[in-house]
Nanobody
């Protein structure tokens, strides 16, 4: 299992980014995928999860209404659209496969991680 997160960058407050989590060697649609982030000096935290196929999605309260998770099976990729970004969203963002295909207990059940991508929100 190999995942690669990309799409991070420097953006002004209120701006947008789209992060990608690409898989190689296995069909990503067979896995629930979670996005997590870790800011400097803070513990890693969950952001969002998408269950297998085009199933239900879940978000932490601090990103509801601003972030959107989706998947493109043809591209074997899961996306995280980040809108209305705030300085407190600054972190390294990671994607991971989740043990439970319906995202049950997703925050505590990440399995295989990809390399992170840096998101910096600053004016």
């Amino acid at each position: 299992v190999q995942l690669q997160a990309s799409g991070g960058g420097l953006v002004q407050p209120g701006g947008s980014l789209r992060l990608s989590c690409a898989a190689s060697g296995f069909p990503l649609e067979d896995y629930a995928i979670g996005w997590f982030r870790q800011a400097p000096g803070k513990e890693r935290e969950g952001v969002s999860c998408i269950s297998v196929g085009m199933g239900p999605t879940y978000y932490e309260d601090f990103v509801k209404g601003r972030f959107a998770i989706s998947r493109d099976s043809a591209k074997n990729t899961v996306y995280l659209q980040l809108n209305s970004l705030k300085p407190e969203d600054t972190a390294v963002y990671y994607c991971a496969t989740i043990m439970n295909i319906d995202c049950t207990a997703w925050r505590s059940k990440p399995e295989d991680w990809g390399q992170g991508t840096q998101v910096t929100v600053s004016s």
